[in-house]
């Protein structure tokens, strides 16, 4: 369990079953397919590296062994990770929440999926997260895939909206949620017991702000690309020549 000296933590939502990349990777668990020389998840570590975090969780369901072995050939330095093992499939909500005791010592964790790169530095929206003043904090972006528009919008004093908005849209903005949230890990506490597994974050966060928890977006300027479908690893260079810092370089272990 995290010590009483932990301030920010990590949550690496590795679980998934990748179906969408068995064309490209029939034998390898998304989190440890290969990008430019290391595993992708590595690519994500080493992000909550450089943001201060040395205690990450992640979530594994299958293949737990053969991620455990690749992931910890590669680890950064003085980071320790916590395996929170799922023997069935829970969803990112579900996932999440099982995990909740290994944060206990944790004033704000940042969560990422493991299969999502950003061209952003992220010290600017986690400084706005943890001055803030909301327990969670979305970061989004104004561009994204047209199939995933309407899910998400902020409205003027940047908060989120989710869904189908019963307010006038001309008072929202469409955003696309990229995957990174900042939270305060005990407004968790209050979604315990209220879902059957699986089930998603997005659940947990729309059950919480019908409780009056407010949860915020902040808006990253600098491309994201999705790396959990084959299409998004036919678009990797092309983001990297325009966001050269959306991965480690290997020359930098």
Not at 190 to 218: E, H, T
Request: hydrophobic residues 40%; contains cysteine; glycine residues 12%.
């Amino acid at each position: 369990m995290p010590d009483g000296s932990v301030k920010r933590g990590g949550f690496i939502l590795m679980a998934g079953e990748g179906k969408r990349l068995r064309g490209l990777f029939p034998d390898l668990p998304k989190p440890i397919v290969p990008v430019k020389g290391m595993p992708l998840a590595a690519h994500i570590l080493f992000d909550m590296q450089r943001l201060g975090v040395r205690r990450v969780i992640a979530n594994l369901h299958v293949f737990p062994e053969k991620i455990q072995k690749r992931i910890l050939e590669v680890i950064p330095a003085e980071t320790e990770i916590v395996w929170s093992i799922e023997d069935q499939l829970l969803g990112t909500g579900g996932g999440i929440l099982h995990a909740l005791p290994y944060m206990n010592a944790m004033e704000t964790v940042i969560i990422r999926t493991c299969d999502i790169l950003t061209g952003s530095d992220l010290t600017g929206p986690l400084r706005e997260h943890e001055t803030g003043g909301s327990p969670v904090t979305l970061v989004v972006s104004g561009e994204g895939p047209e199939g995933e528009a309407g899910k998400i919008w902020l409205d003027q004093s940047g908060e989120v909206v989710f869904g189908s908005p019963e307010v006038a849209k001309e008072r929202l903005r469409p955003v696309w949620f990229v995957g990174i949230h900042f939270v305060c890990p005990d407004v968790y506490r209050l979604a315990q017991g209220a879902f059957s597994p699986p089930f998603s974050i997005i659940d947990v966060y729309r059950f919480l702000q019908k409780r009056g928890v407010r949860i915020r977006g902040v808006e990253i300027q600098e491309g994201w690309l999705d790396l959990g479908t084959e299409d998004g690893f036919r678009q990797l260079d092309r983001f990297l020549s325009a966001w050269p810092a959306g991965i480690h370089s290997v020359g930098e272990q």
